[in-house]
């Protein structure tokens, strides 16, 4: 994620800004042109960016509720922007707490699709593509007793229970499942990992090279989901897989790592947004150096990616530790872990 600059009085500016600050301009986030800019009313329903003056467009319909704070593509008669276009089912908005949760959610959404639009991924909506188009359900629990929301993806369908924008309920979760990390923006991460495990792999011919990295995916699932929740995960877990949910199946090694490839790349785009760099004095070899001086979303390999986040979040870590406060990352990214890296990275760069 970058740092974003107001085009009218030069404020900093962070992707979910709608307002200026300082000048009070109204903002919105130009996926074209991948930027956020001031707007100037334009007559009726429509706006013109100061980043882009000859592109006049419209917010998405669900900045009405404080949703969304995308325009629609220029010129477009479509409704939505181009992340909203792919919700299904949406919490009812007359209910306050329900539209809280929903809003905190399209916040972590809108941040997924920053970065597959940063990679021009195929994005397919439902309608275009009946069979395997990406759809979000975002589902409340029945009031009364009964089966909870359960959160999943099934062939393009990602469903996101409602309650996990409940910071207490999903930290209750995360402890309940001896998970070091639980975030909104994981679950989407980690979900539509399974959706391009069908674009991209299944799909795209390429399952030989990917089971001999994951391992076989045809492997029964439910028995090994029922296998890893009765047994537990290997003790030497953490030298072959980034987490230990990653143990369950080679499904799931593959959307863990797909959503741990996404969490870095992404967090180091801002580290360099910020111009941050590590050189500790006592590092007297260059060994937990680095400087953060690339588009991680560019970059020409898994290596050089690995090489700026270990330095990057061993110096963060110790900076959590030193506010009492759990890891960042708390996660090794082991020789095996960083050849998965590796094969997300060259399969979201058509080089897999």
């Not at 439902?126 to 990406?134: K, N, S, T």
């Not at 797909?258 to 969490?263: D, K, P």
């Not at 060994?287 to 001086?293: G, H, K, V």
Request: hydrophobic share 40%; proline share 7%.
């Amino acid at each position: 994620m970058k740092l974003f600059r107001c085009q009218s009085c030069g404020n900093i500016l962070y992707f979910e800004n709608r307002a200026c600050e300082r000048c009070g301009h109204r903002l919105a986030y130009l996926p074209e042109t991948g930027t956020v800019s001031a707007l100037e009313p334009a007559g009726g329903d429509a706006w013109t960016p100061l980043a882009v003056p000859d592109r006049p467009s419209r917010f998405c319909t669900n900045a009405e509720h404080d949703a969304c704070n995308w325009l629609v593509p220029p010129g477009s008669d479509a409704p939505f922007c181009l992340a909203c276009r792919h919700n299904g089912i949406i919490p009812d908005v007359g209910n306050a707490a329900h539209r809280a949760a929903w809003q905190q959610m399209e916040f972590a959404k809108h941040r997924l699709f920053y970065a597959l639009l940063r990679w021009n991924l195929p994005l397919k909506t439902r309608a275009e593509d009946p069979e395997h188009g990406l759809i979000f359900n975002f589902l409340a629990d029945p009031p009364e007793e009964g089966q909870k929301v359960m959160t999943g993806h099934d062939n393009g369908v990602i469903t996101i229970a409602l309650v996990e924008a409940d910071d207490a309920e999903r930290e209750k979760r995360r402890h309940a499942m001896g998970e070091p990390y639980r975030t909104l923006i994981g679950h989407f991460r980690h979900e539509v990992g399974h959706h391009y495990w069908d674009l991209l792999v299944r799909d795209a011919g390429k399952l030989d090279a990917c089971r001999a990295v994951f391992g076989d995916d045809s492997e029964d699932y439910e028995a090994a989901l029922k296998r890893h929740y009765a047994e537990g995960t290997p003790p030497d877990w953490q030298e072959r897989y980034v987490s230990a949910y990653a143990t369950t199946h080679p499904w799931e090694d593959f959307a863990e790592t797909w959503a741990h490839y996404l969490h870095i790349v992404d967090t180091l785009e801002m580290a360099s947004a910020f111009g941050l760099a590590v050189n500790p004095s006592v590092d007297t070899d260059g060994e937990i150096s680095a400087t953060i001086d690339f588009d991680p979303y560019a970059a020409d390999s898994i290596e050089r990616i690995v090489n700026a986040w270990l330095p990057f979040v061993f110096a963060l870590n110790s900076v959590n530790r030193a506010m009492g406060t759990r890891d960042l990352y708390p996660f090794v990214l082991a020789p095996p872990v960083v050849r998965k890296l590796g094969f997300i990275h060259d399969l979201v760069h058509g080089r897999a």
